[in-house]
């Protein structure tokens, strides 16, 4: 407990991006990660292999960008550093232990932005979603992008700041969760690259008879297109977090999914 609660006090970040949770995110996925890296394993395992899949027949590999890079743990860093001139790490928030992880690797690049583009208009300083940079997307270089495990998280960092703050809440539209998850995804429409999106899409809390007590659509009703595959990742075995309870997302991969996000924002 004391070295989360130190790690979160020497983490940069806005006032606005504590707001939403994401350094307390950050550094509980950090400490949970670690106590549940053999359950987490597979979870991993198959990220990587999708992400591997996205980089074959690439016929340019020149950057790689890495969207809610987080603890990078959800993508291949050694085999996108041997394909990619440059690999670029993009969060909101950078933990100083991951930092400190690529601090001798020059081709390795932090950028830190915030993702949701919403950050601003939570807080009042905006009048609506300021999209990230579009090079993060579209740069001419850029070759692969990923976005590992963001998609899910979005709505999440909203929604703890529109809990947090219910008057503030009251002024911003009913369907914000649901709008955050469709700008990511009109964001990775942009991109001129392959993209390949890992995504938790549901979350669901069962009991040790195996019931299903509680379900979350964790993409807020916003539909996906069908994926390349799935599997279910035990996020919160029986007593991390309940001790009568086990918490399960259901994972999607898709190795390039751009396109289909094109036709869909045109069809």
């Given at each position: ?103 001798f ?18 807080e ?5 979603r ?10 001419e ?22 809990v947090?703050h ?53 993409m ?34 898709y190795?390039?999914?751009?396109g ?8």
């Open positions: 407990m004391l070295a989360e609660l130190l790690l979160s006090a020497v983490t940069p970040a806005s006032r606005a991006l504590r707001g939403m949770g994401l350094v307390t995110a950050s550094v509980g996925l950090w400490s949970r990660g670690a106590r549940r890296s053999r359950e987490w394993g597979p979870h991993y395992r198959r990220c990587h292999a999708a992400v591997g899949r996205a980089m074959g027949g690439l016929s340019r590999r020149r950057t790689a960008v890495v969207l809610g890079s987080g603890l990078v743990r959800d993508v291949p860093i050694a085999e996108l550093l041997d394909q990619f001139r440059h690999v670029l790490l993009v969060d909101a928030v950078h933990l100083p232990t991951v930092r400190a992880r690529f601090a690797e020059r081709r390795v690049s932090f950028v830190t932005a915030d993702l949701s583009g919403l950050a601003g208009w939570l009042g300083t905006e009048q609506g300021v999209a990230p940079d579009p090079g993060l997307f579209a740069g270089d850029v070759d692969l992008v990923i976005s590992a495990n963001l998609l899910s998280q979005i709505p999440l960092g909203v929604e703890t700041f529109l947090d219910p008057d503030r809440a009251r002024t911003l539209p009913d369907d914000l969760l649901a709008r955050s998850v469709r700008g990511h995804l009109d964001d990775l429409a942009q991109a001129r690259a392959r993209v390949c999106l890992l995504t938790d899409v549901v979350m669901e809390k069962r009991d040790r008879a195996g019931a299903l007590t509680d379900r979350l659509d964790l807020r009703g916003v539909p996906l297109p069908r994926p390349d595959e799935g599997w279910d990742w035990t996020v919160a075995p029986f007593g991390e977090l309940d001790a009568e309870h086990e918490y399960v997302h259901r994972v999607h991969a190795a390039d999914v751009a289909v996000l094109r036709d869909a924002a045109t069809g």
